[in-house]
């Protein structure tokens, strides 16, 4: 019964290095999204993937890159990081449609110096 | 512009209260969906209510319960008979005709003995 699966839970990174974040939900959902969290912003969408091949800019995505390999994987690529991007990250799925409630993972707490 | 206010940062009561949780959506459409998700301090959210927008009826779901008021662009969550397990960050969102999520700031509850 996993659900959302996100590796790797903590990360701490150097500024400049490269990183990919992992998403992968079992659930057959179409829809994927991934979020930051940042203290007193709640969450906001970075990108999200409404089917396997399609992606499209959320509210925060500079800085970022996605891929959605296949149905059930999206990742989430920081090219340069920066002390910007300190944040958790959260990838979310959905079955297709606006009116169906998003399954969150555990997140990723990511620290870059 | 699609927007969701919480305007509670912070709320502290002692168990056994009453606690009322604010949300005050903005959007321009006809159509769109309600949510509240539960961040406990484990870090995980977790779902608790959709509504759609053609529904007001209020749903109670044991000490949990929900007003929906279309007249003043309010969906607020009350908690009857508090306890130290409610303590987490409620978040309300809200989504309209695409699948992005737009999240509250959330508000922090903590429930002391």
């Known amino acids: 019964n996993a659900g959302v699966t996100q590796t790797p839970k903590f990360q701490v990174l150097k500024t400049g290095q490269s990183m990919t974040l992992q998403c992968a939900q079992d659930m057959n959902h179409n829809s994927m999204y991934w979020y930051r969290q940042d203290p007193g912003m709640g969450l906001r969408l970075i990108y999200y993937?409404?089917?396997?091949?399609?992606?499209d800019k959320g509210e925060v995505p500079n800085g970022y890159n996605v891929s959605r390999l296949n149905k059930r994987e999206f990742s989430l690529r920081l090219e340069s990081a920066a002390p910007s991007q300190t944040s958790v990250y959260f990838c979310a799925s959905s079955p297709r449609g606006s009116n169906q409630p998003q399954h969150f993972g555990d997140g990723t707490r990511l620290s870059i110096l | 512009a699609q927007k969701v206010t919480q305007a509670q940062t912070e709320i502290s009561v002692v168990e056994k209260e009453d606690v009322t949780l604010d949300c005050v959506y903005e959007t321009r459409d006809t159509t769109y969906y309600l949510f509240w998700y539960k961040q406990p301090p484990s870090g995980e959210l977790v779902f608790l209510i959709r509504r759609n927008s053609f529904d007001e009826q209020n749903e109670i779901s044991g000490r949990y319960s929900w007003n929906f008021q279309k007249s003043t662009s309010s969906f607020n969550f009350t908690i009857t008979a508090s306890q130290v397990v409610d303590s987490a960050v409620y978040f309300c969102?809200?989504?309209?005709?695409?699948?992005?999520?737009?999240f509250g700031t959330g508000t922090r509850l903590q429930v002391f003995p």
């Open positions: 993937s409404a089917s396997e091949g399609t992606t």
């Open positions: 969102a809200l989504i309209h005709n695409t699948d992005k999520l737009i």
